[in-house]
């Protein structure tokens, strides 16, 4: 049997160190682990990648703490349009989403667009008709409603401003979930979902969504799932330059994606982070923000789970 592993991530960028309580960063961590634990345990059954990596982003979507399905923050209307997309490295099929309303776990409508239909990326209304197509059933505004990223909200409704999830210098981070992972075929997957920036309209679409910008995976090279300043990682076709790095420089897994985070994507004025990971089961977690919400498993008992530096 192969090495197996799996990363997951909830964001770069923390709350600081004076806003986190103990009781609040215990029940990150735990959200974390309730994530990884269930990804990995799909791995060590036999799973694919491509089932970890759903699993573990339906469990981040599932928490109020992660700007992702039910934590989405609001949007200029005091609505929540969401983004997800997921990849697959051996066949290089994908299924992305965005600006999607009431589905509860928008990685899954991604999968079904990569599995049960003959494109790659649905929008707005026609996502919507395809997941009711689907019989998706629709959770109600209630279902979405938190009481902190409303405040959120609140305090930039009605101007120009528009804030990567608690972008303020006191609260600074991006809630954006993402998993990957390498199965015992030696296969590896990466999926993203994010309820994007706060107070966003005209129907901004992060790099979450973005083949290539905020999700990729190919098994010659690697999965990979960013966090951050979205037009910057659009604009640096993030996820892909990793992969090119690999493929075209020769570069380890490890020094793709430093020298991507820490150098290419700091030059065009991006910050944020991504997790990594490649067919021989080896794991990244790069991030040039204060921390990100991360935590990785293999199958050789290494173990993390972690939010600042
Ligand atoms: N990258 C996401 C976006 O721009 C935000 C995040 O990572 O939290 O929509």
Redesign the pocket.
Known sequence: MKKISIAIHG??GTLVKGMMTSELEAKYRNDLKAALDKGYAILNAGGTAIEAVEVAVQVLEDSPLF?AGKGSVFTATESHEM?ASIMDGKTLNAGAVSLISGVKNPVSLARDVMEKSEHVFLAGEGAMQFAKKLDYTLENDDYFYDEFRHKQWLEIKDTDSFQ??HSTKKDS????VGAVACDQEGNIAAATS?G??TNKKWGR????PMVGS?NYANNKTCAIS??????F?IRGVVAYDVACLMEHKDMSLKAASEEVIHKRILEIGGD?GLIAVDSEGNIAMPFNTEGMYRASKTSEGNEEISIYK
């Open positions: 964001g770069a700007n983004d990567l999830d981070k991006f809630g954006t994010t994007g920036m679409v992060g790099d979450s905020g960013c966090t951050g300043s979205g037009e990682f944020g």
